[in-house]
């Protein structure tokens, strides 16, 4: 069974920085995503990374969110810039199924961590 662990969640002032981890039991070399859920929202993908590297951000957090894995260390990250309000969520990690490419569709997502809030304040 796949354990994904969140870590580095927390409250930080607009335009303040974040990074999240994401300790996974195994499967890193597979597709990984971060998603985040806001009060009252549906979940959205906010950053996907596929086995090769390739990325794919949703145009919310582009030029202000990296997501990067270290298969070695089975840790998939989320270094979050430049925050603002509209960021406040649980973010949440994935790993996709061994046929899942870079995507945000979270269906395409098998195993899911508990979660770690972000809170930004204005």
């Known amino acids: 069974q796949v354990q994904l662990v969140e870590s580095g969640g927390g409250s930080v002032q607009a335009g303040g920085s974040l990074l999240l981890s994401c300790a996974a039991s195994?499967?890193?070399?597979?597709?990984m995503g971060w998603f985040r859920q806001a009060p009252g929202k549906e979940r959205e993908g906010v950053a996907v990374i596929s086995s090769s590297g390739s990325t794919i951000y949703a145009d919310s957090v582009k030029g202000r969110f990296t997501i990067s894995k270290d298969v070695a260390k089975n840790t998939l990250y989320l270094q979050m810039n430049s925050l603002k309000p509209e960021d406040t969520a649980m973010y949440y990690c994935?790993?996709?199924?061994?046929?899942?490419?870079?995507?945000?569709?979270?269906?395409?997502?098998?195993?899911w961590g508990q979660g770690t809030q972000v809170t930004v304040s204005s």
């Open positions: 195994t499967y890193t070399d597979r597709t």
């Open positions: 994935a790993v996709g199924y061994r046929w899942t490419r870079p995507e945000l569709d979270q269906s395409k997502f098998a195993y």
